[in-house]
């Protein structure tokens, strides 16, 4: 079984600029989440889809970050503008979801983002 | 608002020794209780879990414990060796499929 893909692994990009990230879930997950995890800390939950629909965004800062799942597969994570305490490792997960009661989320191997 | 404290941030024990961690959630609809170990620069992979219903489980040296009153749960290493060194992080999922996890404790075990 495949895992979680996400792309790119590593970014580094100066205050201000944009920059966007990819997840690929595993195949019939339908529950996706965007997590931020800055050093030393645990996850922090940005976003959560499940399939196509926002079940969760209460954490999300909704003027610069912003996130699709538009086919209820693939989803991307944006921010724009960037600041610099959006450095962090951004964790894509997902899990079965849909009724089956909460279950194990699988996590994608993340990326590194660097604001200068 | 829902919240995990995990402790102690970090531990450092002997190999051959046991590790615990503990973990109390605020959340009385969390049912599941997942614990991720996750190696420097790797990502969060699960090593066990424990839903409500149950107090206890184990798995070879990994065990963790429930206690839904107090609403805590502890992992549980024993005859630790160092591949066992990473960081560990509790969480609590309810039925909405989301988790809120702890921030995370280093366990070191020196040889």
């Known amino acids: 079984e495949a895992g979680v893909a996400q792309s790119p692994r590593y970014k580094i990009i100066e205050k201000r600029q944009s920059v966007a990230f990819w997840c690929n879930p595993i195949s019939g997950h339908a529950t996706l989440y965007w997590y931020q995890q800055i050093l030393g800390q645990g996850p922090k939950l940005l976003i959560q889809?499940?399939?196509?629909?926002?079940?969760?965004d209460s954490q999300l800062p909704k003027d610069r970050f912003s996130a699709e799942r538009l086919k209820g597969v693939d989803s991307t994570l944006k921010i724009q503008p960037a600041k610099l305490e959006d450095s962090a490792v951004y964790l894509c997960a997902s899990s079965l979801g849909a009724g089956l009661g909460v279950n194990e989320q699988f996590f994608g191997p993340g990326t590194r983002l660097t604001v200068l | 608002g829902e919240n995990v404290e995990q402790h102690p941030s970090t531990l450092s024990v002997q190999e051959g020794d046991s590790a615990v961690i503990k973990c109390t959630y605020s959340d009385s609809a969390s049912n599941y209780f997942p614990w991720y170990k996750q190696e420097l620069g790797k990502r969060p992979q699960l090593i066990i879990d424990i839903r409500s219903n149950v107090g206890e489980k184990k798995d070879q040296r990994i065990a963790v414990t429930l206690n839904k009153t107090a609403k805590h749960f502890s992992l549980h290493i024993t005859e630790t060796q160092p591949e066992d060194s990473a960081v560990y992080f509790c969480a609590a999922g309810s039925g909405t499929y989301k988790y809120i996890f702890g921030t995370g404790t280093r366990l070191k075990v020196l040889a």
């Open positions: 889809f499940q399939n196509n629909g926002v079940v969760d």
